[in-house]
């Protein structure tokens, strides 16, 4: 398993996205994907509470922590790669995180239109 090449929404390359806890698909703090990535694990959140809870909401508890996988579970403020379909349908119900889009990976653009990132860039001024 080998990521896809390492470029940003921008066309850049790709920023680390977070290190504690450590994300992404490789866990490698970047939000790499290849083939065998499915939910295409590309966009580089902050995390809200506000999310968090329609992430539980939606089946998916990224608050608790989960020992087996050295997860400790997101806190608000925490920076995350998460699904870029997950993304969408947060963005869809009013409800998605900002986007650090240095960090979200091209990949992001096959799900997620960039304008549509861009409205909620949290490293862009």
Not at 19 to 33: A, L, Q, S, Y
């Amino acid at each position: 398993m080998q990521a896809d090449d390492s470029i940003n929404v921008l066309g850049e390359a790709l920023i680390a996205c977070g290190e504690n806890p450590v994300t992404g698909f490789f866990r490698d703090g970047h939000c790499n994907t290849c083939k065998e990535d499915t939910g295409s694990h590309t966009v580089c959140v902050k995390v809200t509470q506000e999310f968090l809870e329609f992430s539980r909401f939606r089946g998916n508890d990224l608050m608790s922590p989960m020992p087996a996988y050295n997860f400790p579970g997101l806190k608000p403020g925490d920076s995350w790669c998460l699904c870029a379909a997950r993304w969408l349908e947060a963005h869809q119900n009013g409800m998605a995180p900002k986007v650090y889009l240095m960090r979200t990976h091209q990949k992001a653009l096959d799900i997620v239109d960039l304008e549509i990132l861009r409205e909620y860039a949290a490293d862009l001024n």
